[in-house]
C-alpha cells in the first residue's frame, strides 16, 4: 500500500486549488453557439497548424479538464504520488518537473497529431485538397450545419470522400485539455523513487509494486497510441511524452547529483 502519511506541500496544494478553480470557470462562462466550451477555446491545447492555435496553450492547457471526473482522476494521482515525490525533491524542483513533463507531453503529442495531419493530406492530394482548404473550416465556433455545407462545396468540386475531410477537420478543430501528461511523469517519478512500495488499485484489487505498475501502464499507453481506436479521445502520446520527458529530466539529475 501506499505511504500513510499525506503531507500536502504547497506545489501539490496550489495545483490542486488552481486545476478545481478552472473547471469552476469554465462551467461558469459556459459553451458558444456551437457548443464548445467557451475557455477550452481560448486556453485549450490545439494543433499547431489549426487556426485556433495560440502559444500560451502550450501551459494553459495543463490546467484545463473536460469534465468533473477527468478532473477527479487527475488530481487524485497528483495528490496521491505527487505529495510524497514533493516531501522528498522540495517544491521548487517538484513544480519544474511538473511543469516540464507537462510541456514535453504537448511536444510528442503536438508531433503525432502534425504527422498524422500530412497522412491525411497525403490521402487527400489526389482529389486536390491541401490544407488551405479545410484549415478555414476548422476556425471555432463551428457546427454540423457549417461544417455539412463546407464538405458539400468541397465533395461538389472534388469529389473527395467526406470521411477523410472530417477525420482532416476534427485533428484541426478540437483540443486537447488536461494535465494527464505531468501526472503521468509523476507516475514514472515515483515508480523510480519508492520501486518497491505496492499500490493497490480500484480496478485491480491486489497489490502490485510500483516499478511495475509503471511500466505495465506505459506499455498500456503505447499500445493504446498505436492502436488509435475508433472513438478514442485519450491523448495516449502525451501521456507517454510526459513518461518520457520525467524519465529524461530524472537521468539528467541523477548524473548531475542533482537527486
Not at 29 to 45: F, P, Q
Not at 181 to 209: D, Q, R, S, T, Y
Amino acid at each position: 500500500m501506499i505511504g500513510s502519511s499525506y503531507s500536502i506541500g504547497p506545489v501539490v496544494k496550489n495545483l490542486l486549488i488552481i486545476n478545481g478553480l478552472m473547471l469552476l470557470l469554465k462551467m461558469v462562462l459556459g459553451t458558444d453557439v456551437a457548443g464548445h466550451s467557451v475557455l477550452d477555446r481560448e486556453l485549450g491545447l490545439f494543433a499547431l497548424n489549426s487556426p485556433n492555435f495560440r502559444p500560451w496553450q502550450l501551459v494553459t492547457h495543463m490546467f484545463m479538464h473536460g469534465d468533473f471526473w477527468h478532473l477527479f482522476s487527475n488530481m487524485l494521482g497528483l495528490f496521491m504520488f505527487g505529495s510524497m515525490i514533493e516531501q522528498v525533491w522540495g517544491s521548487k524542483r517538484f513544480l519544474t518537473y511538473y511543469m516540464i513533463c507537462g510541456l514535453g507531453a504537448a511536444a510528442l503529442q503536438l508531433g503525432i497529431n502534425a504527422w498524422e495531419i500530412q497522412g491525411h493530406l497525403a490521402e487527400l492530394a489526389s482529389y486536390g485538397i491541401s490544407l488551405s482548404d479545410v484549415r478555414p473550416m476548422a476556425v471555432l465556433p463551428l457546427d454540423d450545419s457549417f461544417i455539412n455545407e463546407q464538405l458539400a462545396v468541397i465533395g461538389e468540386r472534388t469529389n473527395a470522400p467526406s470521411g477523410a475531410v472530417i477525420t482532416l477537420l476534427k485533428d484541426l478543430a478540437f483540443p486537447m485539455v488536461g494535465a494527464s501528461g505531468a501526472i503521468f511523469g509523476i507516475l514514472l517519478a515515483f515508480g523510480m523513487l519508492f520501486p518497491n512500495v505496492e499500490i493497490m488499485l480500484l480496478f485491480l484489487p491486489i497489490p502490485i509494486k510500483a516499478k511495475y505498475f509503471v511500466v505495465l501502464y506505459g506499455l498500456w499507453e503505447l499500445s493504446a497510441g498505436v492502436r488509435a481506436a475508433p472513438g478514442d479521445n485519450i491523448a495516449h502520446y502525451a501521456h507517454l511524452g510526459g513518461m518520457i520527458f520525467g524519465l529524461l529530466l530524472i537521468l539528467y539529475w541523477r548524473r548531475q547529483r542533482a537527486i
